[in-house]
């Protein structure tokens, strides 16, 4: 099975037909940096309709897709636009900030000791008081019971191996990782933008 249809299982894309017929603030747009790939897979990188709007007429980005609805005043109507291309390319950082929310993404937001995804927190593999930092190689998302179990002792003291070792990531493993935690709301018309560059069994 692709890498992209095991993805697109979790999401769901909805179609023109489903459309809100009132309700703008369901019509947001997908932004593509300058060479057609998401800003962001995660949180995705989407603006409300009236930042896309108000980018196009200020000629900071070109229409990729539209919804079939359109705004209008007295004098012109325009298609809702639903993917939107910087013109000017944004050049990510190397690494991602470390914050909370990035550890629990680098770790998938479950415990690296027992595997749930229940009460999550943060442990320090080496605790602080044997010297331990609290820096990306240091720390990994724990589950409330593993941690107090683990208490102030490390792993191997524990005979609690994590299930994976504790890295600094590089802003594209992060969003590589946010890949497998599609939002609630996909449209149609991002499909090929969000999964266009999985590479193809043979």
């Known amino acids: 099975m692709l890498k992209s249809e095991l993805i697109e299982r979790a999401a769901r894309f909805r179609s023109a037909e489903e459309d809100p017929s009132r309700n703008l603030a369901e019509c947001p747009a997908l932004v593509l940096n300058a060479d057609y790939t998401p800003l962001s ?3 995705l990188s989407i603006w409300p309709w009236q930042t896309a709007i108000k980018a196009v007429f200020l000629e900071r980005v070109d229409i990729v897709e539209s919804y079939a609805r359109e705004v209008h005043s007295p004098s012109w109507s325009m298609p809702i636009p639903s993917v939107i291309a910087l013109r000017q390319y ?28 229940s009460h999550l927190t943060f442990d320090h593999v080496v605790p602080r008081r044997l ?34 070792k504790p890295i600094r990531p590089t802003s ?12 609630n709301y996909l449209h149609e018309t991002w499909r090929d933008w969000l999964y266009w560059d999985i590479e193809l069994e043979a």
């Open 90 to 117: 944004v050049r990510p950082s190397e690494f991602p900030a470390f914050t909370r929310f990035n550890v629990f993404l680098r770790d998938r937001f479950s415990c690296q000791y027992c595997g749930t995804t």
């Open 41 to 43: 897979y995660y949180p």
């Open 131 to 164: 010297g331990g930092k609290t820096s990306w190689e240091n720390i990994l998302t724990a589950c409330a019971p593993c941690n107090m179990k683990k208490g102030g002792r490390t792993p191997e003291q524990a005979r609690m191996p994590p299930i994976v």
């Open 172 to 183: 594209w493993q992060l969003q590589e990782r946010g890949r497998a935690f599609p939002p």
